[in-house]
């Protein structure tokens, strides 16, 4: 190694396009990669939209790969299989462990259930969600982007079926730009039967979880399924067919809104990929075994360039294209492995660490800092709540809603009676028996319609149903606009089960 590390020394990155604006040396090269500058210079003196340029990113091996495959692996078979895992709830609920039934309606999550009534908690995961991407994105980067969002793993997908049939990058390339011929005609129907395949899969799972899997894998395979089955199957197969198909990058870029404000959640202490530039420039041609001369450590070989999802040269500086993949970092060791040189001119760093760095220091890298504090705290609040809630929940719910019309009636014997619709909300997988009074009314007489009338102490609600009852209320009271009293409905085989709700009682006006 005729050059040694202290050349490794660093700068910060050029950030481009919104990405950051943490500063750096401003680049001295056309932002415009090799492969997109002849689409440029034929686009005429102004153009509204930007000529899509298809992408046909190389192999590469290495540790980010490794990792991107593993990740794909295990994303993709938790959303094809979860929906046949089982989960025993007892006779009266399915047994899907993760079952979103929208006739129920309930949704089902392992021993979880959460009722419409119970919608906030859906909520309150959305919540979680967002504050667990920034806590992620603050201290990572666009990780989740890279590795984990499904336009990612469906478009990594997509681009193996396609190297699998037509090669790799140059042999794609010159299937693309050859004239119909019967190979292409194949490799190219192939291709796009395969990704047909996929989506139909893609989409049949996504309808199995608003099912029981087993018995609609009957229904479609005995073509009886309805036709909003086929309805979601087919635009769910046709969205993942153009999405990662055909539109892939472009998402990222075009369409998706975290790309745009990620910023606000990056510092300098936050992950990036990084190309150290005062160890790579002045970039140019080097043969191994022969003398670096003036010549940086990238010799301009364009391997991070070519195995880039987006077609972004990660040279000209952070941006906003950019997804964290680390594909460039794993094709540049390998180049850097192949010249005996250290590893890392491309890699994973942040702004601090490669500043110290110039500055001959060896700032540590911070992750937890008041901003990721401040993201940790907020998730374990609304973690906490939801928990809180989920351990404390109730078995039974009571809802009274007072009739408006007639709102009282005065009997003969002078008398006030009241209507009212009862739901009694039974969360546990048991048929339950309770009793309903009332607090507030002395002397008050319940009575209890269903099919038939019933005991006010004897309302039987089915196991995992809502029950919903007429009553009377009859009061013998002194005029008076309304009164305030308190239903209380108890389980009769279980004391710890209570449900109370406030309503009122209404009597004509005094004159
Ligand atoms: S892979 Fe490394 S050496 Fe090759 S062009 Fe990219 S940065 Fe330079
Ligand atoms: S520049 Fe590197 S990390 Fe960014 S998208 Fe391209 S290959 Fe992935």
Not at 274 to 293: A, F, I, L, Q, V
Not at 381 to 404: C, E, F, I, S
Request: proline content about 5%; overall charge positive; some cysteine.
């Amino acid at each position: 190694m005729s050059k040694d590390q202290t050349k490794g020394q660093t700068s910060q990155p050029n950030i481009k396009d919104g990405v950051s604006s943490q500063g750096g040396a401003p680049s001295n090269r056309s932002p415009i990669p090799e492969d997109h500058q002849e689409a440029v210079n034929h686009a005429g003196p102004l153009r509204y939209f930007a000529k899509q340029i298809k992408v046909f990113p190389r192999r590469v091996w290495g540790k980010y790969r490794k990792i991107k495959w593993l990740v794909m692996a295990v994303t993709l078979g938790i959303y094809y299989l979860a929906p046949f895992l089982r989960w025993n709830r007892g006779e009266h609920a399915p047994n899907q462990a993760i079952l979103i039934d929208l006739y129920g309606p309930r949704a089902y999550f392992f021993g979880i259930e959460i009722w419409p009534q119970e919608v906030f908690i859906l909520t309150g995961i959305l919540i979680l969600a967002a504050i667990a991407l920034f806590f992620v994105t603050s201290m990572f980067g666009r990780v989740w982007c890279g590795y984990t969002c499904p336009q990612t793993v469906w478009t990594d997908l997509f681009v193996w079926v396609e190297r699998f049939i037509q090669g790799d990058r140059n042999a794609r390339k010159k299937l693309y730009d050859a004239p119909w011929s019967l190979t292409k005609i194949w490799k190219i129907g192939l291709t796009h039967f395969l990704w047909i395949v996929i989506g139909v899969f893609t989409g049949g799972a996504f309808v199995l979880y608003f099912n029981d899997a087993p018995t609609l894998i009957q229904d479609i395979i005995h073509l009886d399924a309805s036709p909003t089955i086929w309805g979601f199957i087919g635009s769910l197969t046709l969205s993942t067919y153009i999405m990662a198909g055909f539109a892939r990058e472009q998402v990222c870029t075009y369409m998706c809104p975290y790309a745009r404000f990620q910023s606000a959640m990056f510092d300098k202490d936050t992950l990036i990929i990084s190309y150290d530039e005062k160890r790579g420039e002045p970039r140019g041609k080097h043969k191994k075994g022969t003398e670096w001369g003036e010549t940086g450590h990238c010799i301009d070989c364009t391997a991070c360039v070519q195995v880039c999802p987006v077609g972004i040269d990660i040279r000209d500086g952070l941006q906003m294209e950019c997804i964290a993949c680390g594909l460039c970092v794993d094709a540049c060791n390998n180049v850097m492995d192949k010249l005996e040189l250290p590893r890392g001119l491309v890699r994973y760093d942040t702004t601090n660490h490669m500043e110290a760095k110039v500055k001959g220091g060896d700032e540590k890298f911070k992750f937890i800092r008041i901003r990721t504090l401040y993201y940790g705290v907020l998730m374990g609040l609304v973690g906490g709540l939801m928990l809180y809630y989920l351990l404390t929940r109730a078995p039974l719910q009571l809802h009274v809603l007072h009739d408006r019309n007639p709102v009282f009636v005065q009997l003969s014997n002078g008398d006030i009676r009241n209507g009212y619709t009862i739901k009694i909300l039974n969360k546990t997988h048991e048929a339950r028996t309770y009793t309903l009074s009332v607090e507030g009314l002395d002397n008050a007489r319940i009575d209890v319609k269903s099919a038939g009338h019933l005991d006010a102490k004897t309302i039987h609600v089915g196991p995992d149903t809502i029950g919903s009852y007429r009553i009377n209320l009859f009061a013998s009271v002194k005029p008076a606009e309304a009164r305030d009293i308190i239903f209380t409905l108890q389980d009769n085989n279980d004391p710890e089960i209570r449900a109370e709700y406030e309503g009122s009682f209404v009597t004509r006006r005094e004159r």
